[in-house]
């Protein structure tokens, strides 16, 4: 069994920063892409960002030059840097892993999910 563990979620103000952090464990595998999406109340599931395992990285509109993600691809982990938060990014974040896709489709773990909140 394969699971994604996250870390980093919390409460911050507006204009702070936080870094999440995902690492997979259980059984061994180097997945092509790992991301991260995020769902706000009353809204549905959405892409946030991705990266290849050669490091090409996608981010949806909204966090383009705030948000930063890598991997580690020894490591098979995946981290997220928040920079300068508004209170529309509060809401779960979600890490996911793919086989074959590196990019917002295609994901076949997830992990349990992480709570970002941002205050005004």
């Known amino acids: 069994q394969v699971q994604l563990v996250e870390s980093g979620g919390g409460l911050v103000q507006a204009g702070g920063s936080l870094k999440l952090s995902c690492t997979a464990s259980?059984?061994?595998?180097?997945?092509?892409?790992m991301g991260w999406f995020r769902q706000a109340p009353g809204k549905e599931r959405e892409f946030v960002a991705a990266i290849t395992r050669s490091g090409s990285a996608t981010y949806t509109d909204s966090v383009k030059g705030r948000f930063t993600i890598s991997r580690d691809n020894a490591k098979n982990t995946v981290s997220l840097q928040m920079n300068s938060l508004k209170p529309e990014d509060t809401a779960v974040y979600y890490c996911a892993a793919s086989l074959y896709y590196g990019g917002s489709i295609g994901y076949d773990y997830w992990g349990q999910g992480t709570q970002v909140t941002v205050s005004s």
């Open positions: 259980g059984r061994t595998f180097s997945p092509y892409g």
